[in-house]
C-alpha cells in the first residue's frame, strides 16, 4: 500500500466489497493479526481464501470497504452477516467487524463506514448489531461506544491468541 495521508479526509467513499478488493482487505488485516494485539483472530489469510469468503458472502450479509478518494485505495473494512444461520430467532441480530488501515485512524473513515453499514442493515431487516472487542482494544471499544454500542458484558478468557488470554467485551447497538 502507498503511504496515505494523514491529514483528515472529509469525503471517505463507501461500497460494497468486491472480489477484486481482496488483496486490499489482506494488505489491511494480516497485518493487523500478525501484531496479535487488535484481533482475537489468529491465522492469516490468502488471497484466494479472501476471494472465496467474499465470492461467498451471504445474500443477506453487508460487506463495506472504505477508500481513499484521491487514492481509490481500500483503507478501511467492515462486514455484517446474520447472527447464527441455525435458527431463525436471531434473524433481525447481526454480528459486525471492522478493520482500519493504521495510517487512517482518527480520520473520520470509520464514521462514514458505520454510517453506510448502520443504512445497509436496516434495509435488510436487522434491528441490532452485536459483536465483540478485545478487552485490551480501548481504541475499537471507544470507536464503537461513539457509534451507540453499549456494553453488555465480558467474558474473561475468551480467547487466547499467541499463548495469551483475551477477555472480550460484549457489545450491541439497536438500531
Not at 155 to 169: R, W
Request: charged letters at 20%; aromatic letters at 12%.
Amino acid at each position: 500500500m502507498t503511504e496515505l495521508t494523514h491529514k483528515p479526509v472529509m469525503a471517505w467513499l463507501v461500497r460494497d466489497a468486491l472480489k477484486t478488493d481482496a488483496q486490499a482487505i489482506i494488505n489491511i488485516l494480516n497485518p493487523i493479526i500478525e501484531t496479535g494485539r487488535y484481533t482475537s483472530l489468529d491465522t492469516t489469510f490468502s488471497l484466494q481464501e479472501e476471494e472465496a469468503f467474499i465470492e461467498a458472502f451471504p445474500a443477506r450479509g453487508i460487506f463495506h470497504v472504505a477508500t481513499h478518494p484521491e487514492s481509490g485505495e481500500v483503507v478501511d473494512f467492515q462486514d455484517l452477516e446474520t447472527f447464527a444461520a441455525y435458527t431463525h430467532a436471531f434473524d433481525h441480530v447481526g454480528i459486525m467487524g471492522t478493520f482500519v488501515h493504521p495510517d487512517c485512524r482518527r480520520q473520520g473513515v470509520s464514521s462514514a463506514l458505520f454510517a453506510a453499514s448502520f443504512a445497509a442493515a436496516r434495509d435488510k431487516g436487522y434491528e441490532k448489531i452485536f459483536t465483540f472487542v478485545r478487552g485490551d482494544n480501548d481504541v475499537a471499544l471507544s470507536t464503537y461506544l461513539s457509534q451507540g454500542f453499549q456494553v453488555i458484558g465480558t467474558a474473561k478468557k475468551q480467547a487466547k491468541v499467541q499463548g495469551n488470554y483475551i477477555d472480550e467485551n460484549l457489545i450491541e447497538k439497536f438500531l
